[in-house]
């Protein structure tokens, strides 16, 4: 690549590879939404399509349960807190 080029284009193509990896691989985001949590010690919500538009909250114990939420958020639309109604606990 000659100067030109570097300065109409400045994407690294080793950055453009990594980007690339990564977004292949979809599918594992929740996986690292779910280690995040459980680092900062809560718990884990996740919608899945076997729940029927229920969420599973998992806990750091490994405990699973069906909930209902509402995210709750503060004057400028952030959310603050998340409040859940179980429904059912789940096998482990």
Same mark, same amino acid.
């Given at each position: 690549m000659n100067e030109l080029e570097r300065k109409l284009n400045p994407v690294n193509? !080793?950055?453009? /590879? %990594?980007? =690339? &990896?990564l977004l *292949? +691989?979809? @599918? +594992?985001?929740? !996986?690292?939404? &779910?280690? &995040?949590a459980f680092e900062l010690g809560n718990p884990f919500y $996740?919608? #899945? *399509?076997?729940? $029927? $538009?229920y969420w599973r909250k998992e806990l750091p114990s490994g405990e699973k #349960?069906? %909930? @209902?939420?509402?995210?709750? /958020? =503060?004057?400028?639309g952030m959310p603050v807190k998340i409040k859940d109604t179980l429904i059912k606990k789940l096998e482990s």
């Open positions: 193509m !080793e950055e453009i /590879s %990594v980007i =690339d &990896r *292949k +691989n979809m @599918t +594992n985001m929740h !996986e690292l939404g &779910r280690q &995040r $996740g919608q #899945f *399509k076997e729940y $029927g $538009g #349960f069906l %909930v @209902t939420i509402e995210v709750i /958020s =503060d004057e400028q």
